[in-house]
């Protein structure tokens, strides 16, 4: 059972060095890949994995020229993916790298599960933000759906291969998680910890103007997703 871990990565060239370096433990053991995706840089980020990944066994990039959106360089890593488990994690270190190993633990008594962390750690306004959106998506879709964007994300080969028409922004994590409900897979969380950034500043969780933008977008997605459900 070979592990895939895929990591987008936007303008993250100051957090390679040490992201690639919990990146080598990770695939330590043989069992495991690391796919970095340079999702559409415009830094220096291809001249770093360049002379970094040598360095690391198990560890490799794959190129998006243009950003087209988080959840597109997520998914173009899980095509690229070799693995039977199928996983994705940030860049940014607020979430071990490492913590993918926890969650592969779930997939060797039963194939049918869907794992994601659950944050701790976190500052409260960025708490409460969380659980009013997991109560919106609960009440709306008529599903538990509880912090949502935690990482990791991880599931089968066989599940990925059952997607239609993910979208490719910050909604693929809701999309991943309804479809796992949808599909009555066992859910399981375990607890990771929500650190600061190493280096630089989130490309989205910047203030309340860059949230309000993401609650509208997620708003619009849920509310396909629930028309959707209306059609079937």
């Known amino acids: 059972m070979k592990l895939s871990l895929v990591i987008p990565c936007y303008n993250e060239a100051a957090n390679l060095p ?24 415009t830094d220096n980020s ?5 002379e970094l990944l040598p360095r690391c ?6 190129r998006v020229e243009q950003n087209q959106g988080y959840g597109y360089g997520i998914l173009y890593g899980l095509r690229a993916a070799q693995g039977d488990i199928l996983a994705w994690t940030h860049a940014d270190m607020q979430t071990d790298p490492m913590d993918a190993l926890k969650g592969l633990e779930f997939f060797k008594q039963d194939s049918r599960v869907f794992v994601k962390g659950r944050r701790y750690g976190r500052p409260l306004a960025d708490v409460v933000f969380t659980v009013a959106m997991s109560i919106f998506e609960t009440l709306l879709l008529l599903k538990p759906m509880w912090d949502i964007n935690a990482q990791p994300t991880m599931f089968t080969r066989e599940f990925f291969a059952t997607w239609k028409n993910p979208p490719s922004d910050f909604s693929l994590d809701l999309f991943a998680y309804y479809q796992a409900k949808a599909a009555g897979l066992r859910v399981f969380r375990f607890p990771v910890l929500f650190d600061r950034r190493a280096h630089g500043v989130s490309h989205w ?28």
Do not use: M, Y
């Not at 291809?46 to 360049?50: C, F, S, T």
């Open 46 to 50: 291809p001249q770093v994995l360049q």
């Open 57 to 62: 066994p198990g560890c490799r990039s794959v």
């Open 18 to 41: 040490l992201l690639l370096e919990r990146c080598a433990k990770v695939t330590a053991g043989g069992d495991a890949e690391v796919v970095l995706v340079d999702n559409g840089s």
């Open 205 to 232: 969780n910047v203030n309340w103007a860059a949230k309000w933008k993401f609650i509208k977008r997620t708003i619009s997605f849920s509310l396909s997703l629930k028309a959707g459900l209306k059609k079937s």
